[in-house]
C-alpha cells in the first residue's frame, strides 16, 4: 500500500456527513439533497458510466438516481446500511436497468463491461466506505483471473450464467463452475479472520 | 441448524443470488429457500453488501455541470410530463383501498385459488403475470406487468402523476392491509416501473392498486390517497 489509509476520525466524520446529509434529504431538506450531490455526485457518475458505457445514458441515469435518491431518501435506515453502499447501489441498480432495456432495443449498442480488474481503490475512494471494500478487493485479487473476471461481470454487467457463457463462448457448466469455485474462495476468503 | 452441508461451506447459492447469476429454476428454488431460511437470507443479504464494495474500486468522474439542475427541475415538476392521449385522472375517484381489500376475495376468479399456505415457502413465480388496470375514471384499463425475476412492475403506456406527487403501488392479498411496494418511475418513454422491496412475494390472485401518495409514497404505510387504477394479477 503506497499511500496510508486516512485516520479512523476523518472516515467517520465523513461517513456522518454523509448520513446526516441524507437523512435530511428524507425530510425533504433541498440544502441538505445539494450536499449529498456535491458530496457524491461524482462516485455515482463513475458507476453510471462504468456500466452504461455511454456518457449521455450514464447523465440520463444519473439524474434518475438522484430523483431516486431524493423520493427513498427517508427510507434509508443509518443504523443498518452504509450510506455510500446504499447510494452506489442505486446508482448501480438503475444503470443495469438501462442496460438491459438497451439490450433489448436493437438499435442500441451497448459496449461490453470491460473485465478489467483493475479498480483498485485509492486510499482516497476508501475514505467513506471503509475496511470493509479493502477486503473485498483483497480476497477478490486471490481468485484466478478467470473467476474475478466472470464474477465482476456480473456485477457491472448484471449477467446471469447463461448470458456469462454465452459471451465468452463457453459452455454453461464451466462458467458456473469457474464462478462458483470463485464464490466459494471468496466466501472463504471473507470468512476468515 | 440441523442440517451440515455435506462438504464445509459448499454452499455458493446465497451468493449467487445475491450476485444475480440465477435464473429460471434455479433462481426460482434460490428465492424459496430465502423464504423459508432465515440464516439463508441473511447470507443473501451480507453477500449483496460484499458485492456492493465492488462499487467502491469505481472511479469517481465529475458530474456534467447543470445535472444537479435538471434533477431539481424533475422534483418541482418543472419538466411536464409527457402529454396523454389518455391520461388516468387521479382525482376522479377516491376509491378506498380497504374496499379494494374486501372485494378482492370475490373478485378473485375461480380458476386461481390460493392455496392455503402450509409454510412461506410455495408461491413462488417466476413467470410474468398481468393485470388489467381499470382506471378509476372508468378510461381503458391499460396493461401491468409483474416481472417477477426483476421484482418489478411494469406498465407501459402513459400515467398522469400530479407534480410533486407519487403514484404507489400496492399488493392486496386476500383480506390482508395493502401491502406498500414502489413508487412508480418512467424508466423510459412511456414505460412505468415500480420496484417491489427485496424479498416481496406476489402471487397470482394479487389484487395490485394505484394510490396518489406524497413524493416518496404514503408516510403512513397504508395509503393515504386516491386510488387511480386497481386489477387482478393473473398468470399469463
Not at chain 1, 16 to 26: C, F, H, I, R
Not at chain 1, 113 to 121: E, F, G, L, Y
Request: glycine share 8%; charged share 25%.
Amino acid at each position: 500500500m503506497t499511500s496510508p489509509l486516512p485516520p479512523q476520525p476523518a472516515i467517520d466524520a465523513a461517513r456522518t456527513a454523509l448520513v446526516e446529509a441524507l437523512v435530511a434529504t428524507g425530510a425533504e431538506d433541498r440544502a441538505a439533497f445539494a450536499k449529498l450531490y456535491k458530496l457524491t455526485s461524482a462516485k455515482l457518475f463513475g458507476i453510471c458510466l462504468r456500466i452504461c458505457g455511454d456518457r449521455g445514458a450514464a447523465e440520463d441515469v444519473l439524474s434518475d438516481v438522484y430523483l431516486t435518491v431524493w423520493r427513498r431518501a427517508g427510507a434509508f435506515e443509518p443504523g443498518r446500511a452504509s450510506p455510500i453502499s446504499w447510494l452506489a447501489t442505486i446508482a448501480r441498480n438503475r444503470a443495469i436497468d438501462w442496460r438491459r432495456s438497451a439490450a433489448r432495443r436493437p438499435s442500441v449498442t451497448i459496449d461490453l463491461v470491460p473485465d478489467v480488474a483493475d479498480d483498485t481503490p485509492s486510499a482516497e475512494d476508501r475514505l467513506v466506505a471503509g475496511e470493509a471494500a479493502g477486503r473485498l478487493h483483497l480476497c477478490l485479487d486471490q481468485l484466478d483471473d478467470r473467476q474475478r473476471g466472470a464474477i465482476r461481470s456480473a456485477f457491472f454487467g448484471g449477467l446471469t450464467y447463461a448470458e456469462l457463457a454465452e459471451r465468452d463462448a463457453v459452455p454453461l457448466g464451466t462458467m458456473k463452475s469457474w464462478v462458483r469455485r470463485g464464490l466459494q474462495r471468496l466466501k472463504d476468503c471473507l470468512r476468515d479472520d | 441448524m440441523t442440517t451440515e452441508p455435506e462438504t464445509s461451506g459448499a454452499d455458493v447459492a446465497a451468493a449467487e443470488l445475491a450476485l444475480g447469476v440465477l435464473d429460471g429454476e434455479e433462481r426460482a428454488g434460490a428465492l424459496r429457500r430465502m423464504l423459508a431460511e432465515p440464516d439463508f437470507a441473511r447470507d443473501v443479504g451480507r453477500w449483496r453488501e460484499h458485492f456492493a464494495m465492488m462499487l467502491d474500486g469505481v472511479a469517481e468522474v465529475a458530474a456534467p455541470s447543470g445535472l444537479f439542475d435538471k434533477v431539481e427541475a424533475r422534483i418541482d415538476g418543472k419538466i411536464a410530463p409527457r402529454r396523454a392521449a389518455n391520461p388516468w385522472k387521479p382525482t376522479a375517484i377516491a376509491a378506498s383501498l380497504a374496499a379494494l381489500a374486501m372485494t378482492a376475495v370475490a373478485l378473485r376468479p375461480v380458476e386461481t385459488p390460493v392455496a392455503p399456505q402450509p409454510a412461506p415457502v410455495a408461491q413462488v413465480e417466476t413467470a410474468p403475470m398481468i393485470a388489467a388496470m381499470a382506471a378509476a375514471d372508468k378510461s381503458d384499463p391499460q396493461p401491468a406487468i409483474y416481472d417477477a425475476d426483476a421484482g418489478m412492475v411494469k406498465m407501459p403506456g402513459l400515467m398522469a402523476i400530479p407534480a410533486g406527487k407519487s403514484a404507489q403501488l400496492w399488493a392486496i392479498e386476500g383480506s390482508k392491509a395493502p401491502l406498500p411496494l414502489g413508487t412508480f418511475r418512467e424508466a423510459s418513454p412511456g414505460m412505468y416501473v415500480a420496484e417491489a422491496k427485496l424479498g416481496t412475494v406476489i402471487a397470482p390472485g394479487t389484487i395490485l392498486a394505484i394510490s396518489i401518495e406524497p413524493i416518496g409514497g404514503s408516510p403512513t404505510g397504508a395509503p393515504t390517497g386516491p386510488v387511480i387504477a386497481s386489477g387482478l394479477l393473473s398468470k399469463v
